[in-house]
Structures are given as structure tokens and as C-alpha cells.
């Protein structure tokens, strides 16, 4: 009698154009670690989803009609290509999925579809501004620890020390 190994479940990496590289670090490591591929997904809020593709990518159109910028739901080339080499260099397979509408909806759909193991995100950095979006719109990291089955795994971007003071950008001046 032969047992297989079940396939192990990708991680999946919710990904923008201004995530420091710590983020994908750690959801690199993470796949390495499973012996499995990093699905990295980026959306765009301001498209909606026209149709949705059995791999989870999406075909999408814009919700300004006139925007200027729109040539199609695309995985950012440029972060693809930096994503790419890191994953070569850290031995982790990595595939792309361009995706629509609310983020935390989005990657939650996506996760569903890829059988994730988990969702990676980075956490806002602190300040203001920051802590207004997330008073008005949420946490991501919340939404999706509220509307999915998935552990999360939240990136801290510009952790300080327990006890420790923010770090602030006007220091030093």
C-alpha cells in the first residue's frame, strides 16, 4: 500500500507597488519553509470585476469610465520582476494574480479558489493618517480575520521595541 503526501496549499501574499520588501521576506520564507508556491495578488479598488477566471484571476473594468490609466487588470511588471528574483533567489516558486473591488474581499475570494494555507499582508505604518483610514475603512487584517477561515499573517512595518517609543519621522531634525 502506498500513501501520496497530499499536495501542501499555497501561501497567498496580498501585494502592492509600496510594500516594503519585509513583507515578501516573510511570505517567501513561509513557502520555503511549506515546501509550497507563493500566490502573490494584487488588486486594483478602483475596478470591478467583470468575470472571474477557475484560477482566480479576474477580468476587470474600471469604475471611472473616463480613467487614463487603464490598459487592463495587470500584475504591476515592475514588481513582478523584483518578486521574481527574490523568489529565484530565496528557491520558491511564485505565480501572479491580478484581482478587482474590495481587497479584503478579493483576497479572500482568492484564497478560497487557491486552497491557501494562509493569507500574508503588511500591517499600515503608524501615524495619523494612517490610523484615520483605518477608523473610516478598516484593517485589512481585520476584514480578513472577520470574513474568512484562513489564518492571517500580519507583516509589521516599522515595529518598535515593547515599550518602545513610535518611530517618527521628524526625528533627527
Do not use: N, Y
Not at 501585494?15 to 494584487?42: D, F, H, I, K, Y
Not at 520558491?92 to 473591488?101: I, K, P, Q, W
Not at 479584503?104 to 491557501?116: P, T
Not at 521595541?161 to 513610535?166: D, E, H, I, P, R
Request: glycine content about 10%; proline content about 8%; aromatic content about 2%.
Amino acid at each position: 500500500m502506498t500513501t501520496e503526501t497530499p499536495p501542501v496549499s499555497p501561501i497567498l501574499l496580498g501585494t502592492t507597488s509600496q510594500q516594503p520588501p519585509e513583507v515578501l521576506e516573510v511570505a517567501l520564507s513561509l513557502a520555503r519553509r511549506a515546501g509550497t508556491v507563493l500566490v502573490c495578488a494584487q488588486v486594483d479598488p478602483m475596478a470591478s470585476v467583470v468575470e472571474e477566471h477557475p484560477d482566480g484571476s479576474v477580468e476587470s473594468r474600471p469604475i471611472d469610465p473616463d480613467r487614463a490609466d487603464w490598459d487592463s487588470a495587470t500584475f504591476d511588471p515592475d514588481l513582478a520582476v523584483r518578486i521574481q528574483a527574490a523568489a529565484r533567489e530565496a528557491g520558491v516558486e511564485v505565480t501572479f494574480r491580478s484581482l478587482a473591488g474590495d481587497v479584503g474581499a478579493a483576497l479572500g475570494r482568492l484564497a478560497e479558489v487557491v486552497g491557501a494555507e494562509m493569507i500574508v499582508v503588511g500591517s499600515r505604518e503608524g501615524g495619523v493618517r494612517a490610523s484615520m483610514h483605518d477608523f473610516f475603512s478598516g484593517s485589512l487584517a481585520a476584514h480578513l480575520s472577520h470574513h474568512q477561515s484562513r489564518p492571517v499573517v500580519v507583516v509589521p512595518i516599522g515595529p518598535t521595541a515593547t515599550g518602545g517609543a513610535a518611530p517618527r519621522k521628524d526625528r533627527g531634525r
